[in-house]
Every structure is written in structure tokens, then in C-alpha cells.
């Protein structure tokens, strides 16, 4: 077990319409030399193309941080639960105009 003795506690308030959350099961990332742009969207049967229900924006600094703690947290279930297995699906790379090179995550 993690010592948290060291860590530097805080808290912070989240709006109840925030705190339901957004469904995601495509993303695709976009920058440029000062900000990354994160787009998650939904994909589900039945619909013609992807719906847009959430777009982050973060400084280059702020996205590898980001980068730095999904990994730890994908170690931590991955240690928990087993392997996280990809179904096959193909990585899509889609051109983004205007903003940089968009991929599909």
C-alpha cells in the first residue's frame, strides 16, 4: 500500500451535471505546438458517424501529465484485473484539418 503521508492533499467541487459523466468509446486527438484538443465521442450501431460529447483542452505539459498518470492507472487494474485485451478493431487515423493530425485512440 502507497505511504500518502508525502502527498499533498487537496479537494475540489464538481457540478452534479458533470459529475454524471460522458459515455466515450472513440477519442481523437488533435494539436498544435501550444495545446492538444481531445475530442471523445460515441459510437454506437445505427448511427451514421460519431457524436462529440465532450472536448478537452490541454497545455503540452498538462497532456503528458495526463499520459504519465493513465499509464499508472492502466498498470494498477491491469495488476487488479487482468490484461486489457483490444477486440480487433482497426486504429483509424482521420485528417484533421485546420489544427493538426487527428487520431482515433
Known sequence: MENNDNKEK???DIRQDVAKGN??????ITH???????DFATM???MNK???????????ESAKKFLVAL???ISKY???FGPIKFNGEPKLTFPMGG???????
Open 10 to 12: 487537496f479537494s475540489f
Open 23 to 28: 459515455y466515450s468509446n472513440l477519442s481523437i
Open 32 to 38: 498544435s505546438p501550444s495545446e492538444f484538443l481531445v
Open 44 to 46: 454506437l450501431p445505427g
Open 50 to 60: 460519431p457524436e462529440v460529447t465532450s472536448r478537452i483542452l490541454m497545455t503540452p
Open 71 to 73: 499509464q499508472d492507472n
Open 78 to 80: 491491469e495488476a487488479h
Open 99 to 105: 489544427f493538426g493530425n487527428g487520431t482515433k485512440s
